[in-house]
């Protein structure tokens, strides 16, 4: 593959500050005090409605690291028994790398979860949302490693869409915690798609 395939192009170099801003924004105006946030919550929350817990539960898990891990992990050494080490290097810096940066957010911003009844155990703080931000991190890496396609790219952000949704939908994350999980992780696979040399879309 030529280099110049493998390559995020210039013109796409708005991105970055767009996303940074984005999550800035979540950030600021994010929280309890937010009417912007108490108000999607209001609209999303589940409360009483049993019936549909369980799905979103189902959605909320694939991305725990319970499904994330075992997948970047194998993915990671799929890649280098095909000797493609770049491409694993850059999976797994994408993955462990938000990780780390999520729970580094947590700890500094220290924002408190909403204080609707949690639909799912919950033991971290709320800013911002490890399940966006990892999950869109993940498969959105392996979609430009495994596939390369605009389908593959848009299937990997609308599922990690539904990821960061279920965590409002049961209660557990503001909104803004959500939008400030998906722009940091955009923000940081992009920006390794970039040193590591790999196309979002090659096809």
Known sequence: MRDEDRRIGAEGIWLFPALALVWLAALLEGGAASAFDRGLLSAFYLGGEARLVGFWVFVTELGGWRALIPLAVAAGAFLLAKRRTRDALFLLSVVIGARVLVEAQKLLVDRARPGEAHLVDVYSQSFPSGHAANSLAT?????????????????????????????????????????????????????????????????
């Not at 390369?148 to 949704?165: E, F, K, Q, T």
């Not at 940091?184 to 590591?196: G, P, T």
Request: hydrophobic fraction near 65%; glycine fraction near 10%.
């Open 139 to 203: 498969y959105l890496a392996l979609a430009m490693l495994f596939f390369g396609s605009r389908r593959a790219v848009v299937a990997a952000l609308l599922l990690a869409g539904l990821i960061g949704l279920s965590r409002v939908r049961l209660g557990v994350h503001w909104p803004s915690d959500v939008i400030g999980g998906w722009a940091f992780a955009l923000l940081w696979a992009l920006a390794l798609a970039r040193l590591f040399r790999v196309a979002p879309v090659r096809r």
